[in-house]
């Protein structure tokens, strides 16, 4: 069954910006730090961004810190990744993921930059 589900890929130009969603409409979304994670083809999946469970923290990695926001709202049981300044090697599927020690994962939403 799947738990979270990711939205808001699709085809951008460098530069762009693009927003993306997971939703959690059956987990108890409020009590979990939540994270944003990606995979690249013939790469690894790379950690992007996390928020604590009251969105008041939040922590980016190097390769996307300044570019990409990383926010949430409990009331709708939703996560955001905001995506500016997009690059060719931001191409990838993006992952939501409970930050918890057995936390469910999505199945991601694909994000395809274009030179």
């Known amino acids: 069954q799947v738990h979270l589900v990711e939205s808001g890929g699709g085809l951008v130009q460098a530069g762009g910006s693009l927003r993306l969603s997971c939703a959690a409409p059956?987990?108890?979304?409020?009590?979990?730090?939540m994270a944003w994670y990606r995979r690249a083809p013939g790469r690894e999946r790379e950690f992007i961004a996390t928020?604590?469970?009251?969105?008041?923290?939040?922590r980016y990695a190097d390769s996307v810190k300044g570019r990409f926001t990383i926010s949430r709202d409990n009331s709708k049981k939703t996560l955001y990744l905001q995506k500016g300044r997009l690059r060719t090697e931001d191409t990838a599927i993006y992952c939501c993921?409970?930050?918890?020690?057995?936390?469910?994962w999505g199945q991601g939403t694909q994000v395809t930059v274009s030179a």
């Open positions: 993921h409970e930050d918890v020690g057995v936390g469910y």
């Open positions: 059956r987990r108890p979304f409020s009590s979990y730090d």
């Open positions: 928020i604590n469970w009251n969105g008041r923290n939040t």
